[in-house]
C-alpha cells in the first residue's frame, strides 16, 4: 500500500476527509486543514518506518484556538451580549476583575473565580459563589459544592435584571474569591 493510499484510507475511515483538501507536507506526512473539511480542528498523518515490513501510523491533532470572550456571543441575541456587557459593569465597580473564557462559559476572577457566564441564544445563565444556600425565586437551581460553599445560578435575559439584589449575591461571591 502506498504512503497516499494509506492516508486516504486512515481519514476517510476517520470521516474528515473531503477530496482536493489533503496537501503533501513533507517527506511521509500529508495535511489537511479546517477550512478545507468538515472539522473544526487541522491534523497531520504521519507514516513512519516501525520495522522492515510495517508502518507506524501517527496522528497529530494540533489544539483548536483557544475560547474568546466574544466566540461566546457570536450564536446569540444582541441582548445577551447587553445583559453579560450589565454583569461585567457591576463586577468592575467592586475591584479588579479578569475575564477568563473557558469552551463553555467565561469565568470572572478576582484571584479564584467567584462568577461563570454561560451564554444561551436567547438569554444567559450567571453561576455565583455563595456561603450559604440563598432562598429566591430567581436562583433557578443551588448546589452545595463544599460544606461551606454554594453555587447559586440565576438565568438572566434583560440587563434590566442586573438590579441591586443581583449586584449584592454579586458583591457576596467577589468577597469569597
Not at 517527506?27 to 468538515?38: V, W
Not at 518506518?49 to 450564536?75: E, G, Q
Request: with cysteine; aromatic share 6%.
Amino acid at each position: 500500500m502506498s504512503k497516499r493510499m494509506g492516508f486516504v484510507l486512515v481519514v476517510l475511515v476517520l470521516g474528515m476527509y473531503q477530496p482536493g483538501t489533503a496537501s503533501t507536507a513533507g517527506p511521509g506526512s500529508f495535511t489537511a486543514g479546517a477550512a478545507a473539511s468538515r472539522i473544526t480542528h487541522s491534523f497531520r498523518v504521519e507514516f513512519r518506518r516501525a520495522t522492515r515490513s510495517r508502518l507506524s501510523l501517527r496522528i497529530a491533532m494540533s489544539s483548536p484556538r483557544p475560547p474568546t470572550v466574544h466566540s461566546h456571543f457570536v450564536d446569540c441575541a444582541p441582548s445577551v451580549r447587553a445583559v453579560y456587557d450589565a454583569i461585567l459593569k457591576a463586577a468592575r465597580a467592586l475591584g479588579t476583575v479578569k475575564e477568563d473564557p473557558k469552551k463553555t462559559s467565561i469565568h470572572l476572577t478576582r484571584s479564584t473565580a467567584f462568577a461563570g457566564v454561560a451564554t444561551r441564544r436567547n438569554g444567559l445563565t450567571l453561576t455565583l459563589k455563595s456561603p450559604h444556600a440563598a432562598k429566591n425565586a430567581r436562583i433557578h437551581k443551588q448546589e452545595q459544592t463544599s460544606a461551606n460553599r454554594w453555587h447559586l445560578e440565576i438565568k438572566l435575559t434583560d440587563p434590566r435584571e442586573v438590579d441591586d439584589e443581583l449586584r449584592g449575591w454579586l458583591a457576596v461571591a467577589y468577597d469569597l474569591s
